[in-house]
């Protein structure tokens, strides 16, 4: 046991000097060290015993004597440190070993503060870690907008203080006004406390999960809000939109029937190159970073869509087929602008589904073959693994029946169905 030095008083303590350890009394083994200019109380004791080896290989038990920091001085004064030495003394005489528990005691605290991130930081975070898996900047930035918009409320808490409550509140009032966009900031909310909650930063339940939780609070939206579908040309109609589409000029009308005649998405066919093009043999190999897939897709281009790239093709051709100002890709309004000024109630993804229509009435091509000619990811197995191959020459046959489709005007008689061909 430390011996107990004559109990020192404030004055004599603060005219103590030279380095080393000076014991102060009152406490066994308290000291007040010095180091310099540095002053600092220091409890010399014992907590437990230790094993220690001898050189013959032997074990014993001895005391484990450790230093145990109290404070510097003068901010902490002679009385604060005897009291200190005693509380660490009693916790020693319970079985704690003070300097382990101040260790975990400062771990759980950084835990805890490196946990504490907000929503709008775990937005960042998540935006940064998963943003490269989205095709365009203009994704990344309509979640950030509607997150922005939508969600203020939540943006300066902890994500781990988000509850149910907080939630609804932020989507009752919206639901039933914009349903559409009140789900999605639903589902942005959950996919964020998700990768919250793997990465450690919350636990428990994910509030903003729809099954078995936000469904019995709110109403489906599928029944105050029925989806929309893009607005499509009726297939009788899509020869004469073909022939007047034919009748326009400027690049934005030649992406619109190059995007018509592939059953291409906008995007794809906006950002065509030449390089992507093999006109010889037919086909553009559309890369997989510009598929929704994020797969490889090769278009078989039918004589018609051959024939309108022929006669827009530069002498020299790089670059995108449909460049728009300054050699940057048309707008994704560009296209939409066509069929507004033709007066066209539809839109240009509804091409696709006009596509899709004609297909499974007007032809017997499966269904599969369809889907593949549009890109489709299919969730169905078994359906997958027909596809395992591209079926290219069947969807050349295909796509060929189809661009003559477009080149026909459909006129109706009477009761009499007469077909003609456009000019």
Same mark, same amino acid.
């Given at each position: 046991?430390?011996?107990?030095?004559?109990?020192?008083?404030?004055?004599?303590?603060?005219?103590?000097?030279?380095?080393?350890?000076?014991? +102060?009394?009152?406490?066994?083994?308290?000291?007040?060290?010095?180091?310099?200019?540095?002053?600092?109380?220091?409890?010399?004791?014992?907590?437990?015993?230790?094993?220690?080896?001898?050189?013959?290989?032997?074990?014993?038990?001895? *005391?484990?004597?450790?230093?145990?920091?109290?404070?510097?001085? *003068?901010?902490? #004064?002679?009385?604060?440190?005897?009291?200190?030495?005693?509380?660490?003394?009693?916790?020693?005489?319970?079985?704690?070993?003070?300097?382990?528990?101040?260790?975990?005691?400062?771990?759980?605290?950084?835990?805890?503060?490196?946990?504490?991130?907000?929503?709008?930081?775990?937005?960042?975070?998540?935006?940064?870690?998963?943003?490269?898996?989205?095709? #365009?900047?203009?994704?990344?930035?309509?979640?950030?907008?509607?997150?922005?918009?939508?969600?203020?409320?939540?943006?300066?808490?902890? +994500?781990?203080?988000?509850?149910?409550?907080?939630?609804?509140?932020?989507?009752?009032?919206?639901?039933?006004?914009?349903?559409?966009?009140?789900?999605?900031?639903?589902?942005?909310?959950?996919?964020?406390?998700?990768?919250?909650?793997?990465?450690?930063?919350?636990?428990?339940?994910? *509030?903003?999960?729809?099954?078995?939780?936000?469904?019995?609070?709110?109403?489906?939206?599928?029944?105050?809000?029925?989806?929309?579908?893009?607005?499509?040309?009726?297939?009788?109609?899509?020869?004469?939109?073909?022939?007047?589409?034919?009748?326009?000029?400027?690049?934005?009308?030649?992406?619109?029937?190059?995007?018509?005649?592939?059953?291409?998405?906008?995007?794809?066919?906006?950002?065509?190159?030449?390089?992507?093009?093999?006109?010889?043999?037919?086909?553009?190999?559309?890369?997989?970073?510009?598929?929704?897939?994020?797969?490889?897709?090769?278009?078989?281009? #039918?004589?018609?869509?051959?024939?309108?790239?022929?006669?827009?093709?530069?002498?020299?051709?790089?670059?995108?087929?449909?460049?728009?100002?300054?050699?940057?890709?048309?707008?994704?309004?560009?296209?939409?602008?066509?069929?507004?000024?033709?007066?066209?109630?539809?839109?240009?993804?509804?091409?696709?589904?006009?596509?899709?229509?004609?297909?499974?009435?007007?032809?017997?091509? *499966?269904?599969?073959?369809?889907?593949?000619?549009?890109?489709?990811?299919?969730?169905?197995?078994?359906?997958?693994?027909?596809?395992?191959?591209?079926?290219?020459?069947?969807?050349?046959?295909?796509?060929?029946?189809?661009?003559?489709?477009?080149?026909?005007?459909?006129?109706?008689?009477?009761?009499?169905?007469?077909?003609?061909?456009?000019?």
């Amino acid at each position: 046991m430390p011996k107990i030095a004559k109990e020192k008083g404030p004055l004599a303590v603060s005219r103590m000097t030279g380095d080393g350890y000076h014991a +102060v009394g009152g406490v066994a083994g308290l000291h007040l060290q010095i180091s310099g200019k540095a002053r600092s109380w220091i409890l010399r004791t014992t907590v437990g015993e230790k094993i220690r080896k001898g050189r013959d290989g032997s074990e014993k038990k001895v *005391p484990n004597r450790k230093d145990i920091g109290l404070g510097s001085y *003068p901010e902490i #004064s002679l009385a604060e440190a005897r009291q200190r030495a005693k509380s660490v003394k009693d916790e020693i005489r319970k079985g704690v070993d003070p300097i382990l528990a101040k260790k975990a005691t400062r771990a759980a605290l950084q835990a805890a503060q490196a946990s504490a991130i907000t929503f709008a930081e775990a937005t960042r975070k998540f935006l940064d870690a998963k943003g490269d898996e989205w095709r #365009s900047a203009k994704h990344r930035a309509q979640w950030k907008s509607t997150l922005d918009t939508y969600a203020k409320s939540l943006a300066n808490m902890h +994500v781990a203080d988000i509850r149910k409550e907080h939630v609804l509140h932020l989507l009752e009032p919206i639901w039933k006004d914009v349903t559409e966009t009140a789900t999605r900031v639903r589902q942005r909310i959950e996919k964020i406390l998700d990768w919250a909650a793997v990465r450690g930063y919350r636990t428990g339940e994910n *509030p903003a999960r729809w099954k078995g939780n936000l469904d019995h609070l709110l109403p489906t939206p599928g029944k105050i809000a029925p989806i929309e579908h893009h607005r499509a040309i009726p297939i009788g109609d899509m020869g004469q939109f073909m022939h007047d589409l034919r009748e326009r000029e400027g690049t934005s009308a030649r992406a619109l029937e190059f995007a018509a005649l592939t059953a291409a998405r906008s995007g794809e066919a906006r950002g065509a190159t030449w390089a992507e093009i093999d006109l010889n043999a037919g086909i553009w190999t559309v890369p997989g970073a510009k598929m929704k897939a994020r797969k490889e897709h090769r278009v078989p281009l #039918s004589k018609a869509a051959v024939k309108l790239l022929e006669s827009i093709k530069p002498e020299h051709a790089k670059g995108l087929v449909f460049p728009g100002t300054a050699g940057k890709p048309l707008s994704d309004m560009s296209l939409t602008a066509v069929m507004r000024r033709m007066k066209v109630d539809a839109v240009p993804h509804g091409l696709r589904s006009t596509f899709r229509d004609w297909a499974a009435e007007r032809t017997a091509y *499966p269904r599969e073959i369809a889907e593949m000619a549009l890109a489709h990811t299919i969730a169905n197995k078994t359906e997958a693994a027909y596809r395992r191959g591209d079926v290219l020459a069947k969807r050349r046959r295909m796509m060929e029946e189809w661009a003559t489709f477009c080149g026909r005007i459909e006129a109706k008689q009477g009761n009499v169905l007469a077909i003609k061909q456009s000019a």
